[in-house]
């Protein structure tokens, strides 16, 4: 079974910080999730990836498949990106379901 | 517009009583999954669906039972056999069920107590 760690579990910055949330995992993946969970509970996807790097706004994500390591990077971080951040994998193939990392609390002070 | 939905947001319910969540998809998607959040844990998959009348069980479906009657939609009861019921729990689906490049999409979530 696939253990997944994120790390840092808080982290508190100040408006306009780069913000480096990391994840790793320990057995080989077929993707690899992002996901964002706001305060009322609601999850959305953020990035899926398997290899290499993708950048949507001011967000990107990086996966080093030879160190099961991926990385979501902010740029020009808002309070608005104030939220908890997810990692999650898939093993192998089929729709088994995604094995989660128990997220990082992000805050953003103005 | 398509998308999850599931009801009701919140839920109480008295210990000892069974309690079905809803949960319904509009994007005609294949596989459907219930994941259960206490809080300071990473997301834990009950059970999950990849076709209609088909289901299998996740890491944690003791004290669960679910039915896919319809591609839409994917109730969970919490039964009275379920010792700690008390937390969120999410519905999900995917657009393919034989795939492992597959977006999640979630839906807003059920949180449920029981007194």
């Known amino acids: 079974k696939n253990e997944v760690e994120q790390s840092p579990q808080n982290l508190t910055a100040q408006e306009g910080e780069f913000i480096t949330i990391n994840c790793s995992y320990s057995v080989g993946i077929s993707a690899l999730h992002w996901l964002q969970q706001h305060p009322g509970g609601g999850i959305v996807s953020l990035f899926m990836?398997?290899?290499g790097k993708k950048k949507h706004g001011r967000l990107i994500a990086t996966i080093n498949i030879q160190e099961k390591h991926s990385s979501l990077h902010i740029t020009a971080s808002h309070p608005r990106d104030s939220a908890v951040y997810i990692c999650a994998v898939r093993s192998g193939g089929g729709a088994d379901g995604l094995t989660f990392g128990k997220g990082t609390h992000l805050i953003i002070q103005p | 517009d398509g998308g999850i939905t599931q009801s009701p947001k919140y839920l109480f319910r008295k210990e000892g009583q069974n309690v079905t969540l809803s949960c319904e998809q509009n994007l005609n998607h294949d596989a459907m999954y219930w994941y259960r959040q206490d809080p300071g844990q990473g997301l834990r998959l009950i059970y999950y669906s990849q076709i209609v009348n088909d289901f299998q069980k996740g890491d944690i479906a003791e004290g669960y039972s679910v039915s896919r009657e319809k591609k839409e939609s994917f109730p969970l009861t919490v039964t009275s056999a379920q010792k700690n019921p008390t937390a969120f729990y999410l519905c999900?689906?995917?657009?393919?069920?034989?795939?492992?490049?597959?977006?999640?999409?979630f839906g807003p979530g059920t949180r449920l107590t029981v007194l």
């Open positions: 990836l398997s290899s």
């Open positions: 999900a689906s995917t657009p393919r069920a034989v795939s492992s490049y597959n977006e999640q999409f």
